[in-house]
Structures are given as C-alpha cells and as structure tokens.
C-alpha cells in the first residue's frame, strides 16, 4: 500500500521515467553544479532505454526529444561505469550512486505488460524488495538494507500510486496535491470590522481568527461568508480577498471588471471564480506576470482572458501590452499539423478557435445597441485587421524553443494537455512588460502521455504556489455559466 505521506528522503530510489524526463540533470554528469543527492543510489530500469528512442525522435521540436537524448547517453555511460565498478555501480560527484537493473518479466501476471515503462518501474521496485533481489544487489557496508521503509518510487505519475499496482512500495510525488488558489471560510460577525471597516486582515489577525487554518499563501484567494452576515447582502464581490504579498495582509479585490480605459463597456464577473481571475488578470505585470487558471469547461476562462485582451491591450490609451500572443490547444505536440492548410501562424490559428470565437463575440457585444449585438461582419474584420497587422499573433508549442515576448499579453491555452518539462519553457518566453495567462481543465486531458495529475498544468499550479508573482485561480464544476448542459457535462461526465 502507497504511504499516505512519502518521506522527503529515501536511501534508495526508482525513479519513474517521467520523474527522469521532468528533470534530467537527476542523473547528469556535472562536477560543477554539486547537485544534492536525491538519494544513496538510484535503481534505473534498463527498459528505459527502449522507450527512449521512441521519444527520442521528437528530438527537433519537443523538449521531451532533447531530454530523452541527454538520458540515453547518461543510461549507457552509467552501464560502462557499473561494468568498471566492482559492485557494479556508477558514482556521481556527488557520492549519489547508481545502478541499471535489467528488463523485469512476470507471466505468471495477466495484468503485465512488458512495453510498459510503468509496469517496468514497478516491477523493478518489487524485485529489489524480494530475496531475489537482496541476493542479487550489492550493498557496502554501512548501507541500510533495501526494505519498504528504505525504498521508494520517485514520480510524477498518479498510476503509480495504485495500492493493488504498487504491494507496499512507497511513493514520492513529484508534485501529487493540486492547489486550487483559494478557500471559503465563515469569518465570525464579531470580526467583521477587520473586513468591512479596517478592509483588511493580517496575517497574525488570520492566524488568532481561524487556529486551524494553513497559513495564507503568497496571492491566495479567500471568500468570507456566514449566517446572518452583512457580506451576505452585497451583490459584488466584496466578500472575497486575496492575500497581498506587497502589503501582507488580506485585502478586497482592486478590480471589480475588465474596461477600456475610461469607456462605459466592460465585462463583469459572475461568479466569484471569476472575480478571482478578473483580478489576477487586472494586477499589473510587475506584481503578478504569471497567472494559472484551472477550470472546468464553460467556466469562462478563455472569454476572459479574450476580454482582457480586447480591453486592456486595445481599448486602453496607455495600455502595457503592445500585442496578443496565443499558444492554441496542440495535443500532438505539433506532430500532426503539417496536413493542416496555410502556413505556421495558419496551422496554430486552426488550434485557436475557441479563442477567436470570444474574442469576436466581446467585439460585438462591445459595438452592441441596446440589447441588439453589434454585426457579425464587424466584429469578425476587426479582428482580421489586427491578426494582418500583428496585433494578434498564433504560434504552435512547437515552435516556441529561444523565443522572447516582450510586452505581450500572453495565453497558453489547455494547458493540461503540456507536459511538465514543456511548461517550464512555455512560460519562460514571457519578457519584461509581459502576462503570461497559463488555463486548461485538468479533467480534460487528451494528450496520450498525460493524465489529470500528471501534467504541466497542475504541475505549474504546485510548483509555483508559494511564488509572490504567480496567481493561482481555479473555478469549481458550480460556476460554469456557459448553459445548462455545459454545466450538467461539468459536474456528471
């Protein structure tokens, strides 16, 4: 059975291949870095290598292709080190040691598969674990000896935490909880001069007021309610705080709705998710550039980051952003596209309709007359004119390696469907005077290679939860406004 809190360090480790892939230097030849060990020695699947050339032909466009060449070189030069060692172990700089254990078999098992680098991980695990493999493992002395409490998996992927898959081996998560970016608290009516006279909460006020909370984190968003409450009588969303970094404390929301400048159109939240992402999206670049939406379909998360965009970056005189730049839903990594017709920016802009289709709704209900939509046609050549003149741009996840985007107000849509090493270079094209909005559901995974836990979307989410400049909004399955069905397809499908 998985350990239901894995220890930070272990004597002995498996790690899973994604958890190699995600972070290549784990096993990485370079003196000069020093590294901390991860564990005493690591226990590398020789399979591994198999599935590694099938990566290893995306090479040229994904850095899943890069990273799986620099760890068939680093496999291999562990093999030739361990057949030198009398132990039959490589050693890095660091003291940390390693050791490829070959292919793992059981057909006495009608559940294994043998071209599954899962299915491999786990065996392996289990090997070492048996007397088979304490005969077969070489330990100095001094080592602890490999047992269920000196022995983990290391991973990123939630399959390996299956209780019947796993027969006691435990689990260390690269990033396993999924933080969400806020909370709903009832704030007790004697406290409600803090909120609604004093209109903040410090964090030492947080802490007597509710002892069994979790601290607040860095941007975090809390939503106050209570029987009998004044804030219950409001219509806006002046219940909701977030948790100011600069001024430390939990203040109201600054942004009340996405506008123009000072014109009358604008686009107001809601629900309070959306209130949330409003006011993620409204704080200026140098407070938050990084803002991790995770929502269920209809929610509104790609209307409003096209509302944003429309108002802020074109119906603002002195708006930060010069230019919209959208990295569309690509599932294959790039990899079926070519059939697509037109050129690159063409083939992206096929991905990013969704996109398009809210932006040319927000210009027409900007151009509305009373309660009648402003015309199609006008809506649709006004966005036509700024994707001519550069105003709007597209671009494919493939093509994203070395660039640099500069005062651009910056979407990378369905997220859940990049993998973890692919967000970290996605979000690093942002450049100075830069928002990088990062949205996707995690439910709606579609990439073959992911699941709902095991994507760069929520691995952003984790990653960068405690960081000052990064808003974490998340929706629940109740705020999809879309319709109906949508919210019905949300909530039971």
């Known amino acids: 059975m998985a350990s239901p809190k894995p220890k930070e360090y272990h004597d002995y480790l498996v790690p899973g291949l994604d958890a190699l892939i995600s972070d290549?230097?784990?096993?990485?030849?370079k003196p000069e870095e020093q590294r901390e060990a991860k564990c005493r020695r690591l226990f590398i699947p020789e399979f591994y290598l198999d599935q590694l050339k099938v990566f290893g032909r995306e090479h040229d466009y994904t850095a899943r292709g890069k990273n799986s060449s620099i760890l068939t070189t680093n496999i291999n030069r562990i093999i030739a080190m361990s057949r030198a060692d009398a132990n039959g172990v490589a050693t890095f700089y660091n003291g940390m040691e390693a050791q490829v254990i070959p292919y793992r078999y059981d057909p006495t098992d009608p559940r294994f598969d043998p071209t599954s680098s899962t299915q491999q991980t786990i065996k392996t695990a289990q090997f070492l674990l048996t007397g088979e493999g304490a005969k077969t493992i070489t330990l100095p002395f001094g080592y602890r000896s490999i047992s269920h409490d000196s022995l983990a998996v290391l991973t990123g992927d939630g399959y390996l935490s299956g209780k019947t898959m796993m027969a006691g081996v435990d689990v260390a998560f690269i990033s396993n909880e999924l933080y969400t970016g806020r909370r709903r608290l009832i704030l007790p009516i004697e406290a409600s001069h803090l909120w609604c006279s004093n209109k903040r909460i410090t964090v030492q006020e947080f802490a007597e007021l509710f002892p069994g909370e979790p601290a607040l984190r860095p941007q975090e968003f809390v939503e106050f309610y209570g029987d009998y409450h004044p804030l219950n009588n409001r219509k806006s969303f002046k219940n909701i705080g977030r948790m100011d970094p600069k001024e430390g404390a939990l203040v109201p929301l600054r942004a009340q709705e996405i506008s123009g400048g000072s014109g009358p159109k604008k686009i107001t939240p809601r629900t309070a998710g959306q209130a949330m992402m409003v006011e993620a999206m409204m704080l200026p670049w140098e407070e938050a550039p990084i803002v991790i939406v995770l929502g269920a379909l209809g929610t509104g998360k790609t209307y409003l980051s096209a509302g944003f965009g429309y108002y802020v970056g074109f119906q603002t005189e002195d708006s930060p952003y010069d230019k919209i730049f959208i990295v569309p839903h690509d599932p294959a990594l790039g990899a079926d596209t070519g059939f697509l017709p037109g050129d690159a920016t063409a083939k992206a802009r096929a991905n990013a309709m969704s996109f398009e289709d809210n932006m040319i709704e927000i210009m027409r209900r900007h151009y509305a007359n009373g309660g009648?939509?402003?015309?199609?046609?006008?809506?649709?050549?006004?966005?036509?004119?700024?994707?001519?003149?550069?105003?709007?741009?597209f671009d494919s996840i493939v093509r994203m390696g070395g660039r640099t985007l500069p005062n651009t107000f910056?979407?990378?849509?369905?997220?859940?469907?990049?993998?973890?090493?692919?967000?970290?270079?996605?979000?690093?094209?942002?450049?100075?005077?830069?928002?990088?909005?990062?949205?996707?559901?995690?439910?709606?995974?579609?990439?073959?290679h992911l699941t709902p836990d095991n994507n760069g979307l929520v691995h952003a989410a984790a990653r960068l939860a405690n960081n000052p400049n990064v808003v974490v909004v998340s929706f629940t399955t109740e705020e999809v406004t879309r319709s109906v069905a949508a919210r019905i397809a949300a909530q039971y499908l």
Request: hydrophobic residues 30%.
């Open 24 to 29: 290549p230097d784990l096993i990485e030849f």
């Open 410 to 448: 910056y979407v990378i849509d369905e997220a859940q469907d990049t993998e973890r090493y692919q967000i970290k270079q996605l979000v690093g094209r942002t450049g100075d005077g830069s928002k990088v909005v990062v949205a996707g559901d995690p439910t709606q995974v579609t990439h073959r």
């Open 372 to 393: 009648k939509l402003g015309d199609y046609a006008r809506a649709k050549k006004e966005f036509e004119d700024y994707v001519k003149d550069g105003f709007i741009s």
